[in-house]
């Protein structure tokens, strides 16, 4: 982002003394997976099994919480004990005692939300860095997006960022259609989808208007396989975050969904964009049951919620994840991905919790509940519902309990220093834990194209919490990670999410 003028909310940025960039490089929405067998680092933690602590937890929190797994493979491996390591690391904070944690604790033995030290920190992470994260800067568009996304859902108004966001993205759009992570950097799909999210946060004719529509059509339509896939950029490797990025984009800039004339995937027999898309994420499940990047290799989590995602804008996941998803097997799968006593989740087999996953593997169960629900009804959630297919508490006790760092932002798991990478996701999770996201089978948008993907409506769950109401987030949208669009308020021609969000202050 430019300097701005110093305003209210100008702050210092505050980084770790080591003034290394934040781990989003290694994390999924901006890496390669790892492919099967690729080592991990040796942990110099005992293979010992874990033993419970002696300290008593706060009183209120299942014993599921706070105590070790009752069945511990004897069997000792680096992933054992690494698994190990972080079991003993989370168990104090998961009970409540752990010295940097700060109160006040519900009834259920949670701590609150650090909702003013979290605002300070995305403020702070969208002002000037040092030169240090120099490699962030081919992530200007997401740095941008995980600011915005995280400061309204925890009641922020992102508009005011407006003028600054279409500085910063201007410069990042080339002629030949698409947005790069920097300036003069070629575009990607990774990015661009990044800035389009942004833009649809602040809203607005102006934000809109930025957007170079038509090459942005002939830049996709150049990335299209024949295999019915996307390249992430020309000449780039082909995975299913390109399918879901060309879907997103395709469907808030209400793009038209026929090939441009004289692409490569025309010369293959396509005509449309979407041409085999579905069939190709199809040929992602693993025999796990998960989803990997492309075909053959590792399920993974946040490939998981891009496939799931992806065919859930393609038509109602209804039709969609049940003909081109083996369900049963991608339900043992994402089901595995919960931990306890941790209560997070992990993006794979044999790894450990992480906060970020909170939003990949979490954001999936919406998608999935809507597809089990069946068809929707007018208006309205679903007269009978799967309901709840993994632990809500489990998952928001981990966010509150091991995912905040003492001075704001939200991280990894103990041990870890926060990004906003982090903090948008974790926050992203927990809204979504807070939230019944359902369908109904009228959409916002009346357009041809896609009309099933702005049916999507949200309440605030009631029942059961363990957190506080003054912990609420706001929710965002399960498909594209953006307010809800409104019908009100819209330029011409925009698809309905491209409109200013109508703020309601949360706090
Ligand atoms: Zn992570």
């Not at 947005?179 to 950097?185: E, I």
């Not at 109602?316 to 003909?323: I, S």
Request: aromatic share 8%; charged share 20%.
């Amino acid at each position: 982002m430019p300097p701005i003028v110093a305003g209210k909310h100008r702050r210092k940025v505050r980084f770790s003394s080591s003034n290394q960039p934040p781990p989003t490089a290694s994390d999924p929405a901006t890496s390669q997976q790892k492919r099967p067998g690729t080592s991990v680092k040796h942990s110099k933690v005992s293979s010992a099994r874990i033993m419970a602590t002696q300290e008593l937890p706060r009183a209120g929190i299942p014993e599921l919480f706070t105590q070790p797994p009752s069945v511990q493979d004897p069997l000792a491996t680096e992933s054992s004990d690494l698994q190990s390591a972080t079991i003993e690391k989370c168990l104090p904070f998961l009970k409540g005692i752990q010295s940097s944690q700060q109160g006040p604790f519900n009834a259920h033995g949670v701590p609150a939300l650090q909702r003013d030290d979290h605002i300070a920190y995305l403020y702070d992470s969208l002002e000037d860095y040092p030169s240090g994260f120099v490699i962030l800067d081919a992530s200007r568009p997401w740095m941008s997006y995980w600011g915005l996304a995280g400061l309204f859902m925890i009641g922020e108004d992102p508009t005011r960022f407006r003028s600054r966001l279409l500085q910063t993205l201007r410069p990042a759009q080339n002629r030949t259609g698409g947005f790069g992570g920097g300036h003069g950097q070629i575009s990607h799909l990774a990015g661009s989808y990044a800035a389009v999210l942004s833009l649809a946060i602040v809203g607005g004719e102006e934000a809109f208007s930025v957007i170079d529509r038509h090459a942005m059509w002939q830049w996709l339509g150049r990335l299209k396989q024949a295999d019915g896939g996307f390249r992430v950029c020309e000449g780039g490797e082909e995975d299913v975050r390109g399918a879901y990025c060309v879907m997103a984009i395709l469907t808030l800039l209400d793009l038209p969904v026929e090939l441009p004339p004289n692409v490569e995937a025309r010369k293959a027999g396509l005509e449309n964009l979407t041409d085999g898309l579905a069939q190709y994420l199809s040929r992602c499940q693993t025999y796990e049951g998960g989803i990997s990047g492309s075909p053959g290799v590792e399920a993974h989590g946040a490939y998981a919620y891009c496939a799931l995602a992806c065919l859930a804008l393609l038509g109602p996941p209804e039709e969609t994840l049940t003909r081109h998803m083996n369900l049963p097997l991608l339900l043992s799968w994402l089901s595995a991905r919960q931990y306890a006593p941790e209560g997070g989740f992990s993006g794979r087999t044999n790894k450990l919790v992480d906060g970020c996953y909170s939003h990949w593997v979490g954001g999936c169960w919406p998608i999935i509940q809507s597809a089990l629900d069946g068809k929707p009804q007018a208006n309205g959630p679903p007269s009978t519902t799967v309901g709840s297919l993994f632990s809500r508490e489990g998952l928001t006790r981990y966010i509150l309990s091991c995912c905040q760092a003492k001075h704001g932002g939200l991280r990894d798991k103990p041990g870890k220093h926060p990004d906003s990478y982090h903090t948008c996701y974790v926050l992203a999770g927990l809204s979504a834990m807070q939230h019944y996201h359902y369908r109904t089978d009228r959409s916002v948008t009346s357009d041809r194209n896609f009309a099933s993907a702005f049916s999507w409506k949200s309440t605030p769950i009631r029942e059961g919490n363990v957190y506080e109401k003054s912990d609420r987030l706001e929710p965002l949208h399960p498909l594209f990670g953006i307010p809800f669009p409104r019908p009100t308020n819209c330029g011409s021609g925009a698809k309905l999410a491209l409109c200013r969000p109508t703020r309601k202050r949360s706090r």
